[in-house]
């Protein structure tokens, strides 16, 4: 065991020396060390990580790895520290940028925990509402991971009040720090005072030069896959921190990437763009087809990293997130691998427009007559949708405003809702049908009025 790590540290760059006693094994860097512990025998007995200025801790992932001889595994827990500390500069220069990113990790924790306080939060309204969503403290080669979206589906079969890595999260971005071209005024210090506001937003000190530094670095909020965003949120968030986003991608279509996105997370190599069609099977073998209306889409940018200066502006930042997930999540709803069916004409035939940044509306034929009717969702945040049912007044009434805001709500998903719209429907025609015979001189009319979003804490 002794000579394989000894191997690992020199392929990765780093030091490795023995203890006298030949029980501790450490792999060192200028910046962060590993204390590898061994029994006797050889085994592997317990893995700490200690960074610069503090005490080491044991570190699960590590000891895993090592007691089960993943040493690939090891291997890229080696490759995560080591570039956290990639900051190519002197040692003065390194010291105060991770001072900047501990700095930072605890003020952001600090904010968790009176965030909490003051809206005695669970752990989805932490996730859906929480000024840094849910925190994970960074632990060894794990980073600090903000949760900040998770749909209904995603919710199902999952224990919220287990502990994030037992559980299969919903969307989050990891924080980090990386060396720039541009001097930033970064903190060096915790600047966060512990009284916070009405809101659950704590007050912050001034920078000065006493608690932080001009360094040429920044902060990052960094996502685990490319996020695709719309075009004028990427701006938002840029005047939110006055810092650039570098995008993967040239504008293209943001529903083509969102479809592109999810069918790259499954592996498959489909192009969206080649048909432009999604068929969706539901329960009770109905079957339907969804149309992206390719010339109506909005422009977009794959997002990697979202840089910032001060912690302040990260509630800020997961707030647009949280708008974004929320368009997303309901695009990739029906987005499916399968683009045929045997039997076109069974399909039920939605049309998908995008009437703006954030809102997206879908034509249907009447489920009672030879009409179309248009239902428009507007994604006014992640916790309001503006939905609204339109159709020719002389029209059979499909349903409410207020029965499809419901299901989108619980939902997040466009199958469904389309689904719950035609079952309204059906039942409204036999009320109709069976009020006509009970009174045939009566007259029964519905008017569609767009309804707000619930929110996720009632």
């Not at 720090?177 to 966060?192: D, F, H, M």
Request: hydrophobic letters at 35%; one cysteine or more.
């Amino acid at each position: 065991m002794v000579d394989r790590l000894e191997l690992l540290a020199r392929e990765n760059g780093l030091c490795s020396h023995l203890s006298a006693t030949g029980t501790e094994c450490y792999i060192t860097s200028d910046l962060f060390y590993l204390e590898v512990q061994l029994k006797p025998s050889g085994e592997v007995q317990d893995v700490k990580v200690a960074h610069l200025g503090e005490n080491p801790e044991s570190c699960q992932v590590l000891l895993q790895s090592l007691r089960q001889k993943d040493f690939a595994e090891f291997t890229k827990h080696l490759k995560r520290l080591t570039d956290l500390y990639d900051f190519s500069g002197n040692r003065k220069v390194e010291t105060n940028i991770y001072s900047a990113l501990k700095s930072l990790e605890i003020d952001l924790n600090t904010m968790s925990v009176l965030n909490r306080r003051v809206r005695n939060a669970g752990t989805l309204c932490t996730i859906l509402c929480g000024s840094v969503g849910y925190l994970t403290p960074r632990c060894g080669s794990s980073l600090m991971s903000l949760e900040y979206y998770i749909s209904p589906y995603e919710l199902l079969g999952q224990g919220l009040n287990s502990p994030s890595e037992s559980r299969s999260p919903g969307m989050k971005v990891l924080v980090t720090v990386e060396r720039t071209a541009a001097l930033n005024q970064l903190q060096i210090a915790p600047i966060v005072d512990f009284e916070p506001v009405a809101d659950g937003i704590p007050l912050f000190q001034s920078l000065t030069d006493g608690n932080s530094a001009e360094l040429s670095a920044c902060f990052l909020l960094k996502f685990p896959r490319p996020f695709p965003m719309i075009c004028s949120l990427i701006q938002k968030i840029q005047r939110y921190t006055g810092i650039s986003i570098q995008t993967d991608t040239q504008k293209a279509p943001l529903h083509g990437l969102i479809a592109q996105a999810l069918l790259s997370e499954r592996n498959i190599t489909t192009n969206p763009w080649e048909s432009m069609c999604f068929f969706v099977s539901l329960p009770g073998e109905e079957q339907h087809c969804y149309m992206l209306n390719k010339d109506s889409t909005k422009p977009g940018a794959l997002v990697s990293k979202i840089p910032f200066s001060h912690p302040k502006q990260v509630p800020e930042i997961l707030e647009v997130l949280r708008h974004q997930a929320a368009c997303n999540t309901l695009i990739s709803s029906f987005i499916r691998e399968t683009v045929t069916v045997e039997d076109y004409s069974e399909c039920l035939h939605f049309e998908i427009y995008s009437l703006s940044d954030t809102c997206i509306s879908f034509t249907l034929k009447h489920p009672t007559d030879e009409s179309l009717v248009c239902v428009v969702m507007d994604v006014v945040s992640s916790r309001e949708i503006i939905c609204q049912l339109m159709m020719k007044s002389s029209a059979a009434c499909v349903c409410s405003d207020a029965h499809i805001t419901r299901v989108i709500h619980r939902s997040m998903s466009i199958p469904v809702t389309m689904r719950s719209i035609y079952k309204k429907s059906q039942t409204q025609e036999a009320a109709v049908t069976e009020a006509s015979r009970e009174a045939p001189t009566s007259y029964i009319s519905c008017k569609c009025f767009g309804s707000l979003l619930e929110n996720h804490d009632n």
